[in-house]
Structures are given as structure tokens and as C-alpha cells.
């Protein structure tokens, strides 16, 4: 594979870098020399050759079996994908120039964006401090690394944000903060002495807009300068596990979906991050069902019992929550594919009675009992009055039986779980 087919013309592509395992790498001639001049760039200890590195890693990248999880389709080009990151896009053609099964990688554009990033015109992970308010640290950062502070160890994780809709770079700082905060004074202190980083995304037109995409698409649409944030996100993701580091990730409202979107791509690829990594969906519009799905599907830390946290607004109950129904199906996913064959019946119980719970707070006593009173062919006076003893008195009637107190519990169905899980165990 060292040369090309006799049939190519004299002006054709010519391999740039150092052959190696994987797939070969073309570029034009003015396109090759602008690569040779950044990995020359790549071995200065500067601000320009830090980006240089960033640059000259991900088009090694290209060389791997599998495109890098910061890639994607470009729309309408079946062989053309865009390499995407914070201050630069590398457009490529797969193609086999050999005639054999070995395609090979012809670069077809690279496009510099660091002035889109720097005037907040493209998302861009951002280093942030804090003097009386929150605000950028320097430039963005083409890469996810550890600071003095947060080192990216266990005990000093690497605090990172994604913005939902928000006015413009440093409004979403401030909001961000508080949501990595939840509130918590001692959090805040911490967080202004050590900082944070933004991935921050570009807001659209308006919070109407962003609201309607999430009502109409039930939070499984994304906007285009979402869907770039989401590769940004993933190849950082990656870029952390590939350093070791430990990270935990906080999303504000629309932040959510480029966070899910994230971790589905990672997914994809079938990324073991190890547990050093973990998520907080704050004020969520995309469903927590899909984020616990992945975050167990990539080896997460799951630690956490309290990993989201939303108001009662209607993007969230839709997108977020699935109209109320998003925690019953993590715990029907939890059933099936995480918890141990001796311990399935109390969990099947407490989902069966979450369940019976969500129904008459969602449809009330009537509703749940003409329901059922349908479903069974039965009487509907007589369902209503057995559905509403049932919800009165199941609580009273579990904590009253032996053994029902032997344990802290967290509601009736985790009652009820414990009673039947520990019924041989005492």
C-alpha cells in the first residue's frame, strides 16, 4: 500500500505522517502543508502548540478501525464525515485507493474555528474562575485536562458543566455554577475556590424555541450547535478516560441532551469508563431513563442515589421524565439486566406497587378504578371503592407486619422490596 494506482493523476493525493497500523491518510498539497506545519508546531511548549497537539492527535485518529466518537455524517454525503472539535473541523472521504476492503482516509478540508469559539459563536470548552462573579479563564480549551486544584483524581475530580439555554457565555457561567452548587453552601465555597470548565453551547433565538423543539420531539430532538457540543463532549469523554481522570459531569436544563447524546455515542462504540466518571442532570429535558441506561451501559459511578433533579415544568415532565414514567422504567431496566436473581421478586413487587402508586396520583381513585374496572370486566363502584382502601391502607398494613422496620426504608414499594428480599436472611 505503499503507492498510489498508476491511474491517479500527477496532482494526486499524497500521504501525509508516518505510515503506520490502520488506515493510510491523504491530503492535498496545500492541505499537507498546512498539517506539516502544525506537527512541527505540535513539539513547541505554547499556547499555539498546545492547539497544534489537539489538531495533530485527531488526525492520527483517523487511522483506527472505528471513526472517532467525535465524528459524524455529514448530511446528504454518504462517504463524507466531519471531525469535530472546539477550535477546528476536519472534513474527510472514506475511499479505497487500492481496490481491496482497506479504505483509506482523503482529507478534504480542515477549517481553523478558534475565533468562532472565542466570540461564543460555537461551543467550546471554557476554563472558568471566580472574582465576585463567575468568568472565562483564558481561551477555550481544545482539550479536557486537570488543573492545580482539581487534579482529576478520586478526591479532586474534574468539575464539569453544560449550559442549557442561557443569554450568552458568561450568564451561563453564573447558572451553571449554582446548578453544580444544588444549593449546597459548602459546595459553592469550593466550587469559587477551585473553578470549573464549561462546555458552553450557543444559545438559539429563544427559550420558546428550544421548549417547543423539546414538547414536539418529547426531548429526543437536538438543535445543529447541540448536536456539534454533543461529539465535543464525547471526544472529551473519552479524551478523560484515555487520561485517567475522574470527572463529574453537570447539565443545566437543555444541557441534558448533549450530555445523553454524548454518552449514546460512547455507547455505540462500547466505552468501559471504568466508574471514574459520573453525571447530575440538573433541571433535565431530556429523559433520565436514557442517561441511567447509558451511564450503567458505559460502567459510570452510579454511587450517587441523588443523580437528577428537576422543577415541575412541562419540558421536564415530557422530555425528562417521560410524563412520570421515566423512573418506573429505569428500575424495570435495573430489574432485568443489574440485579441479582435472589433479590428480582422484591424488586418486581415494589415496581408492580410504584406502579399502582404513579397511576392514582396520574388518573386519581376514579380513573385508576374505571381502568381496571374495564380491563377486568368488573364493577366500576366496587374498583373504585377497593382501589381507594387498597391506597389508603397498603402503607399502614406493611409497616405493621413483623420485620417491616428492621431496616431504613425509603418508601412503601422499598418496604415491600426489603420485606421479601430479606424474608430468609434474618
Known sequence: MGHLQTTQSAAALKAW?????????????DHRKLLDNFHQLSTHQSSEGYHAQSLVKAVESLRGAVSPVNSMLKPKHPT???LVAGGFEIEYELNSYFGDCQTDVEIVDIRLLGNDANDERRPALWKTRFDDRWLPDGEPRPKLMGTSTQVG???????LGINGQGEGLRDSLQVVAKHISRGDKKMRTNLERNGYQLVYVPPE?????????????LGKSGSEQQR???????????????????????????????LIEAMQHLKHQNIDLEQRQKIF????????????RCRRALNM???????????????????GRNFGLAPLLSEGNELIHHTPRGERLGQTVKICWELGDYLVKKWGTAGTAAGLAVATGGNAALAVAVVKALHMATPMLISSLPGARDHYFKSTGDQL???INNRDKR
Open 205 to 217: 433565538s429563544g427559550a420558546w424555541a428550544a421548549g417547543w423543539r423539546t414538547l414536539k420531539s
Open 228 to 258: 456539534l457540543a454533543a461529539r465535543i463532549v464525547a471526544g472529551h469523554m473519552l479524551g478523560a478516560h484515555q487520561q485517567r481522570l475522574h470527572v463529574e459531569w453537570t447539565s443545566q436544563g437543555e444541557g441534558a441532551w448533549v
Open 281 to 292: 442532570l440538573s433541571d433535565h429535558t431530556r429523559s433520565q431513563f436514557e442517561a441511567d
Open 80 to 82: 463524507r464525515r466531519l
Open 17 to 29: 505522517g508516518q505510515r503506520g497500523p490502520g488506515r493510510s491518510i491523504f491530503a492535498s498539497g
Open 301 to 319: 459511578n452510579i454511587g450517587d442515589e441523588k443523580w437528577h433533579s428537576a422543577a415541575g415544568g412541562v419540558p421536564q415532565e415530557v422530555g
Open 153 to 159: 483524581s478520586a478526591e479532586a475530580p474534574l468539575k
Open 417 to 419: 422490596r426489603q420485606l
